[in-house]
């Protein structure tokens, strides 16, 4: 599975998406974004290394370099086209919420649980 851009078979606007994360770390920092292989990464590590790999790749490639260089080397797998899915599984979680709808980006509500008690 490729990363794309949007429109380009996704449904998901990865600048939408690359911003969604930006956001999420400035304001929830420690929170778990996604687990690679069992290992937790968050928005705010996710968005500091999108950050610093910047303007040196398109989008499409962007947050998947981002997510392989945050996995832990001993943590990927024995074969490239196994790492590809497991970073694209994680690619289509963080952009579960975000839609490409009429060639607009929209970014869908995401579901609020109430504190128990």
């Not at 599975?1 to 990865?14: I, N, V, Y």
């Not at 770390?25 to 968005?47: D, E, F, K, N, S």
């Not at 970073?87 to 919420?97: D, F, M, P, V």
């Given at each position: 599975?490729?990363?794309?851009?949007?429109?380009?078979?996704?449904?998901?606007?990865?600048?939408?998406l690359l911003?969604?994360?930006?956001?999420?770390?400035?304001?929830?920092?420690?929170?778990?974004?996604?687990?690679?292989?069992?290992?937790?990464?968050?928005?705010?590590?996710?968005?500091?290394?999108?950050?610093?790999?910047?303007?040196?790749?398109?989008?499409?490639a962007l947050?998947?370099?981002?997510?392989?260089?945050?996995?832990?080397?001993?943590?990927?797998?024995?074969?490239?086209?196994?790492?590809?899915?497991?970073?694209?599984?994680?690619?289509?979680?963080?952009?579960?919420?975000?839609?490409?709808?009429?060639?607009?980006?929209?970014?869908?509500?995401?579901?609020?649980?109430?504190?128990?008690?």
């Open positions: 599975m490729m990363l794309l851009a949007r429109g380009e078979g996704t449904g998901m606007d990865m600048d939408a911003a969604d994360i930006e956001y999420r770390g400035l304001m929830t920092p420690r929170m778990v974004a996604v687990r690679l292989a069992g290992h937790p990464i968050t928005y705010g590590a996710l968005a500091e290394r999108v950050a610093e790999i910047g303007e040196q790749v398109d989008a499409s947050l998947y370099t981002a997510l392989m260089s945050l996995l832990p080397y001993d943590l990927r797998t024995v074969s490239p086209a196994e790492d590809m899915r497991v970073i694209s599984g994680a690619i289509a979680w963080l952009g579960r919420h975000v839609e490409a709808e009429a060639g607009a980006e929209q970014i869908a509500p995401v579901r609020r649980l109430r504190p128990a008690g």
